[in-house]
């Protein structure tokens, strides 16, 4: 499995972006696909995610502010990001759980200005 994740970019404080992450390969293998992100010094977290069955979770961060969806046939799942804040900026990556392995495909980076 190959994830291209892209969509990020400069944006004020109060903006929205919306990241994408192609799957390509054995997609039929997925789980579930998340997006994380990490920020310069600290660990990666979990930002959202999408299971098969298209239930979604949230850090509470981000809770009401970012919806992540998924479209089937473009093997797509997106992250729409509403009232950005600057705690919101870092490299975000998307991420693919197989039954057996995890993906990462290359992160994006966001950056949210005050």
């Known amino acids: 499995v190959q994830l291209q994740a892209s969509g990020g970019g400069l944006v004020q404080a109060g903006g929205s972006l919306r990241l994408s992450c192609v799957a390509s390969g054995s997609t039929s293998s997925i789980n579930a696909i998340g997006w994380f992100r990490q920020a310069p010094g600290k660990a990666r977290e979990l930002v959202a995610g999408i299971s098969s069955g298209g239930s979604t979770n949230y850090a509470e961060s981000v809770k009401g502010r970012f919806t992540i969806s998924r479209d089937n046939a473009k093997s797509t799942v997106y992250l729409q990001m509403n009232s950005l804040k600057p705690e919101d900026t870092a490299l975000y990556y998307c991420?693919?759980?197989?039954?057996?392995?995890?993906?990462w495909g290359q992160g994006t980076l966001v950056t949210v200005s005050s």
């Open positions: 991420n693919a759980d197989s039954p057996i392995l995890t993906y």
